[in-house]
C-alpha cells in the first residue's frame, strides 16, 4: 500500500506505467514481466552506489539477474534528451556473475561502521565495473583531511569563495560550474556551506540564507527567493587550508547508516 506520491518506486515513471504503478508490484515481480532489463547507470558516486546494492541484491534473484544488461556510460545519462540517447547509444554489457560478485563486494564494504574496508577495496580488482573506482575515491576524499577536518566539496567551496565575488549559487557544484565536486545533491551541499558559516568560528561570513533544512527544502516559498538574484555575496571568515576547522567547531560525518561526530573541547 502506497499513498503519498513518491512513496513507490515507480511513482516518478509518468503516465507511461501508471497503469502498473497502480498495482503496486515490487522490482522482481515487475522485472519478471519482461525478456530483458537494461540497467542504464550514471558515472556519479550516488549512481554508483545504487548500482552496487541494486546488483547485490539483484544476486539472490537468479532468474532476474539473468536477464541484465549493464549500460555504464561515462557521461551523466540523465542529463540527455531522448533524441540524443538514440544517437548516442552506449554499448551495453550483458551481466555476468564477475559483476554480481564485485557489486556485492563493494556493498558490503561500504555497509561498515568505518569506510577502512571501502578504502582496501581500492587495491582490488572491480574492472568489470568501471566507473566504481573514481567514485570510491570521490566519497574517501569528502571524509575529514588531517589538517582541516573538512571534506573535499568544503575546501573546494572555501576555494572560490576566498577567490572573491563568490554568492552561495557560485560555489555550489553542477555543470557549467566551477566546483566539479558530485559526491553530494543540491540540499546537502547546502548543509555543507551552513555548517562552514554557522557555527562558533565560522571559516565563511556572508551567508544570509539557511539553514539548508528539510522544512527549507518544503517551503516552495523560501525556495524561490533562495536565487542567484537574491543571495548575498560570500567572504572568508578567517579558516584556510592551514587550520584545522575541528579544532574550533564540531564535525559530524555520516558514513553508511553511522554517524561520527567530533567535538573540540570548550565546543557545545
Same mark, same amino acid.
Given at each position: 500500500m502506497h499513498e503519498a506520491s513518491g512513496s513507490h518506486w515507480l511513482d516518478l515513471t509518468g503516465k507511461r506505467?501508471?497503469?502498473v504503478r497502480t498495482e503496486g508490484p515490487g522490482l522482481i515481480e515487475f522485472c519478471g514481466r519482461f525478456e530483458a532489463v537494461e540497467l542504464w547507470v550514471d558515472p556519479d558516486p550516488n549512481a554508483q552506489l545504487t548500482l552496487v546494492w541494486l546488483l547485490d541484491y539483484l544476486r539472490h534473484h537468479a532468474e532476474t539477474a539473468s536477464k541484465l544488461t549493464l549500460v555504464q556510460a561515462d557521461a551523466c545519462i540523465g542529463n540527455c534528451t531522448p533524441e540524443e540517447l538514440a544517437g548516442w547509444r552506449p554499448s551495453a554489457v550483458r551481466t555476468q556473475n564477475d559483476h554480481l560478485v564485485a557489486a556485492s563486494t563493494a556493498w558490503q564494504a561500504y555497509r561498515q561502521p568505518t569506510p577502512q574496508d571501502w578504502f582496501n577495496l581500492l587495491g582490488a580488482d572491480l574492472g568489470v565495473l568501471p566507473?566504481?573506482?573514481? #567514485?570510491?575515491? +570521490?566519497?574517501?576524499e569528502e571524509l575529514p583531511m588531517d589538517a582541516t577536518g573538512l571534506g $573535499?566539496? +568544503?575546501?573546494?567551496?572555501? +576555494?572560490l569563495i576566498a577567490a572573491g565575488s563568490a554568492g552561495p549559487f557560485d560555489v555550489f557544484p553542477g555543470d557549467n560550474k566551477r566546483n566539479k565536486r558530485r559526491v553530494f545533491g543540491y540540499w546537502e551541499v547546502g548543509a555543507l556551506l551552513d555548517g562552514l558559516a554557522h557555527c562558533p568560528e565560522p571559516a565563511v561570513a556572508g551567508l544570509d540564507e539557511g539553514p539548508f533544512t528539510l522544512e527549507m527544502h518544503d517551503d516552495a516559498i523560501v525556495t524561490r527567493d533562495t536565487s542567484e538574484a537574491s543571495w548575498s555575496s560570500l567572504r572568508s571568515a578567517g579558516f584556510w587550508q592551514d587550520r584545522d576547522f575541528s579544532r574550533h567547531n564540531p564535525i559530524h560525518r555520516w558514513w553508511n547508516g $553511522?554517524?561520527? #561526530?567530533i567535538t573540540p573541547p570548550g565546543v557545545i
Open positions: 506505467l501508471e497503469k566507473q566504481l573506482r573514481q #567514485s570510491m575515491l +570521490e566519497l574517501l $573535499a566539496t +568544503e575546501m573546494r567551496m572555501l +576555494e $553511522a554517524q561520527r #561526530s
